[in-house]
C-alpha cells in the first residue's frame, strides 16, 4: 500500500475524531493529543502540521490499525 504523501496532521485527527471515537485531549504546540476508550484506553499524539512525514503517518496508521483491529487500508480509506 502506497501512503499519501500530502495527508496533514489536522485531516488525520478530523478522521480519528470523526470515525474513530477519537477525542482531543489537549495541544502543545503543534502536536495534538487525542484519547479513545474503545475498546480499550489508548492515547495518540498527531502533529499538526501541513503535510505528515511518511513515517509518522506510518506509526500512526499502525497503532490505531492494531488497537481497533482494522486494516490500515481501512483506516486510512475513512481519511479522505
Known amino acids: ?9 489536522s485531516e488525520v485527527v478530523a ?3 470523526r470515525k474513530w471515537g477519537y477525542t482531543k485531549v489537549h ?7 487525542l484519547e479513545t476508550n474503545q475498546p ?8 499538526d502540521h501541513k503535510s505528515l512525514r511518511i513515517g509518522t503517518l506510518n506509526k500512526i496508521l499502525r497503532e490505531v490499525a492494531e ?7 481501512d483506516f486510512l480509506a475513512t481519511i479522505r
Not at 495541544?27 to 493529543?33: C, D, L, T
Open 40 to 47: 480499550s484506553h489508548q492515547r495518540i499524539v498527531v502533529p
Open 27 to 33: 495541544q502543545v504546540g503543534s502536536h495534538v493529543n
Open 67 to 73: 488497537h481497533k483491529g482494522v486494516s490500515r487500508e
Open 15 to 17: 478522521a480519528l475524531c
Open 1 to 9: 500500500m502506497k501512503l499519501p504523501r500530502d495527508l496533514s496532521g
